[in-house]
């Protein structure tokens, strides 16, 4: 290979995250529409099952995406009874999440995303969590980058 020959995509690891990103969404897929939620919706409860009550912009930081990014699957949260938004008494402009008994609730169901995940990748605990920490640190390596 010469440096004017592309890089096949097979070599190429955006394109190795991008189909395993692409692969996990389809396994959890059906698993999801069984507990009612979509992907997003699912990443705004796991925020809120890991923290607590959070201002939008709160959940919006923890998974890296812009407020209006979130407000939409929050809204369809709360249309189907699993949080409720409040206006900040102290800061009119902040709108807080909570989850509802119905939110909290989906938490062990939940669970067999995770479940699935390590049965359908043959790879242990360990690895998985091992291969967790190394695309964090490739992500935080490339975010910083900017």
């Not at 995940?117 to 390596?141: H, K, P, Y």
Request: charged residues 25%; contains cysteine.
């Amino acid at each position: 290979m010469t440096d004017a020959d592309p890089i096949p995509l097979d070599h190429q690891l955006c394109f190795s995250v991008y189909g395993a990103a692409i692969a996990i969404n389809r396994l959890y897929k059906p698993m999801l529409d069984e507990l009612g939620l979509t992907y997003p919706q699912y990443l705004v409860l796991s925020a809120l099952w890991e923290a607590g009550p959070l201002t939008v912009g709160g959940i919006a930081d923890r998974l890296d995406l812009e407020s209006s990014t979130v407000t939409p699957p929050v809204k369809r949260l709360e249309q189907a009874g699993l949080v409720v938004r409040d206006r900040d008494r102290a800061d009119e402009r902040k709108v807080i999440v909570r989850l509802t008994d119905a939110g909290h609730a989906l938490r062990r169901p939940s669970a067999c995303l995770t479940e699935t995940l390590l049965a359908r990748s043959g790879l242990t605990v360990e690895d998985l969590v091992a291969l967790n920490r190394q695309v964090q640190m490739l992500r935080d390596a490339v975010s910083r980058a900017d």
